[in-house]
């Protein structure tokens, strides 16, 4: 039985990438709402408006994974998209709370959100690049972790920031998009000093280098139905981060900051059992685990509709973050095990292309059904029937794991590197 090394050094120094990533999406999908109804009345246009970042990811996350794929340069494969992309999206996205007019805030905010989708499938392309398959479960537990900490302290410190600059300035709102662009240039600085991808990615293509063989019937199959999968469980997921503290605020009574707080604890229990629920998923399998996730995401969230008390919400997002973690971490490595070695980037385009196509439709559809409701509460409801229907979806999966004489979850744990 062949063994494999997780490089956990590596792992961790790529997470940073994600990391960046992470924290800026966090702190958009927080508070850019809340700017937006400074000017636009209607929930639905509120909506409308935050899939912007989701349409440029449908078209443009695709488009540079596979050209990502294709890219030799001195500076690597990967890593010149972000190199380029990552300074500018820290300029737009401090200018972001500044914006004094809607036309000007809607500029700023179609600016960072393109160049935001040039270098997110590169830079989350890194962890297959370093990662043999049997790990990348296990891997994407440490990356995701990471990620967690991202959510943690736009949630937690930001929402603190914010209650700060509102006390002192009467606008909590540049504190904490200020912070998390101090974070991403720090995720910057350790991707360029201590991450360098494989070889061939700093070498020229040979003109007669082989491809991976295409998949069969059965595999495409099992391609599709994963994909609609994360299409459902990401609508579910994003209606809750995106309108989360207008469901606070106007449901359970929070301040914006209190709200963001709020939404912190379920990010702190992603980040606790993100690792974990990566060799949760090695040991019985990603698809059984995902299942799991789903249905534990919907026992918990149906009661939410009923719920009116801060701290109960407060202890089932709490209990929630775990089985997001199982859902989350198992299904990106489930796309790559199809993907080969050569088309890694092109298939974290699929996986993209889907999970944004969820954050175009689920804002809008969310938007327009609280519209007509005239209240917040549906949100929990909405989450778990979208939830449900991936539950259904994955009964069609039968391809994503890894081959049976690959390493166990338990060996992988034996033979991590420090």
């Not at 990811?57 to 992309?85: A, C, E, H, N, Y």
């Not at 989708?117 to 830079?123: D, H, I």
């Not at 005239?374 to 069609?396: E, R």
Request: one cysteine or more.
């Amino acid at each position: 039985m062949k063994e494999y090394k997780l490089n956990v050094k590596t792992t961790l120094l790529l997470s940073f990438g994600f990391f960046a990533s992470t924290i800026a999406w966090s702190v958009y999908n927080a508070y850019v709402p809340l700017l937006l109804e400074g000017f636009i009345a209607s929930t639905t246009l509120i909506g409308l408006i935050m899939t912007i970042d989701n349409v440029f990811g449908v078209i443009f996350q695709p488009l540079f994974g596979k050209l990502s794929d294709k890219t030799r340069t001195r500076f690597g494969r990967r890593m010149p998209f972000i190199f380029i992309g990552l300074p500018i999206c820290v300029v737009a996205f401090t200018m972001i709370p500044y914006m004094g007019t809607l036309w000007a805030l809607m500029a700023v905010l179609i600016v960072f959100t393109f160049v935001m989708s040039a270098w997110r499938t590169p830079v989350v392309s890194l962890m297959p690049d370093l990662t043999p398959g049997p790990l990348r479960s296990q891997a994407n537990g440490i990356v995701n972790l990471m990620g967690g900490l991202g959510g943690v302290l736009a949630f937690l410190i930001g929402g603190y920031l914010f209650n700060i600059g509102l006390q002192r300035t009467g606008n909590g709102f540049p504190l904490p998009f200020i912070m998390s662009s101090a974070m991403m240039l720090l995720a910057l600085a350790v991707l360029a000093l201590f991450v360098r991808e494989p070889k061939e990615a700093y070498e020229p293509e040979k003109k007669d280098e082989k491809t991976d063989v295409k998949l069969d019937k059965n595999e495409r199959k099992s391609l599709i139905f994963i994909l609609i999968g994360i299409f459902f469980w990401f609508t579910g997921y994003n209606a809750i981060e995106t309108f989360f503290s207008l469901y606070a605020t106007n449901t359970l009574d929070m301040t914006p900051g209190d709200a963001s707080i709020t939404l912190s604890i379920f990010s702190l229990t992603f980040l606790a059992f993100a690792v974990p629920a990566g060799f949760i998923g090695a040991k019985i399998k990603r698809r059984r685990a995902i299942m799991i996730g789903l249905v534990g995401l919907v026992l918990l969230f149906f009661p939410m509709i009923f719920i009116a008390n801060t701290w109960l919400a407060r202890a089932i997002l709490f209990m929630g973050g775990f089985f997001w973690a199982m859902v989350n971490i198992n299904s990106l490595p489930m796309v790559v095990r199809l993907s080969g070695e050569t088309r890694i980037g092109t298939f974290i385009g699929y996986y993209y292309f889907f999970s944004f196509s969820s954050q175009i439709v689920s804002p809008i559809l969310f938007g327009f059904i609280r519209d007509v409701v005239g209240h917040y509460k549906v949100l929990f409801l909405y989450s778990c029937i979208a939830f449900a229907l991936a539950i259904v979806v994955l009964f069609f999966v039968r391809h994503g794991e890894d081959e049976p004489d690959t390493a166990s979850a338990a060996q992988v744990l034996n033979n991590l590197d420090d």
